[in-house]
């Protein structure tokens, strides 16, 4: 029994309720409640305790239900608010990205139906309607990939990220082609999670780099380490690089540091890598500067422990 139930008892004469274990004839822990006090008698230092000892390992059952009931709760709230979040995101990009490529269609159509039909300028109207009708395309498809996320479910298992990374290459080869881009794997681990969701990591870090590119051909190295119980990849680039103030935005839901006519995009794609790594209980980062490039990082734990 405890070390300081007795000198307790002794000095208090009285205790309740005082949570212990105890061990079975096999050697197995028994919760217990210990109450116990002095009985009187009347011959000076002579006394006798009353101890009662009562079984709590149902109760202790019942408390570790509500325990893990409560974090149940508690994850289900946190994934509440979570889908919450991505309604509005998906609110503000229905109400703006795609709304405004729509307005722009509508008024083309009203300007190419007004030119005569012999004018130079209905041919440059198709063209800005076919390069709005592309750009909502692109936007509902990256829409639909951001929202498969949670559908995927528990399908984890062990998986070697150099594999996966080799797959987006393949998946990538007309992009990497025409861009004439180069990419340098090194050995990387080997994690617990979903392969499809980090090939579509590896895709869109990769298209990035092509996208964000610099004069120069495009040079992507991938390389991972291990520092305090995580394995750490990196996807470094030679592209034009941005101002490290944007560090954060640049994960943010369509988010972007570009116009369109400037670079092509939706600004879902390193939102989607960060919903990804999030949901493997993992971080993602950037480090970068304007002109040097950028290197971005998924930190995940080793062994795929959450």
Known sequence: MDTHFFPLLKMQEEVKEISLTLKNHKGNPIPVLVSAN??????????????????IRQRRMFEDDLIASRKK???????LLRVNQGLEAFTKAASHDLNAP?????????????????????????ELIERNIQRMKMTIKDLLEYAKIDKLGDNMAMVSLKELALEAMEALGQEIDKNKATINLSELPEVRGNRIQFIRVFQNLFSNAMKYRSKANPEI??????????????VKDNGIGFD???????????????????????????????????WHGGRIYASSSTGAGSTFTIALPVRGES
């Open 73 to 79: 709760l508690e994850e289900k709230n946190k994934e």
């Open 38 to 55: 002095k009985v009187k008698q009347p011959h000076p230092g002579i006394g006798e305790y009353r101890v009662t000892l009562l079984d």
């Open 102 to 126: 729509l307005n722009t269609v509508g008024g083309l159509i009203a300007l190419w139906s007004n030119e005569n039909p012999k004018s130079s300028k209905r041919k440059y109207y198709l």
């Open 221 to 234: 190295w991938v390389y991972a380490e291990i520092r305090e119980n995580e394995h750490l990849i990196h």
């Open 244 to 278: 490290m103030e944007y560090g954060e935005r640049i994960f943010g839901f369509m988010e972007r540091l570009h116009s369109h006519d400037e670079v092509e995009g939706t600004g879902i794609g390193l939102a989607l890598c960060k919903r990804i790594i999030d």
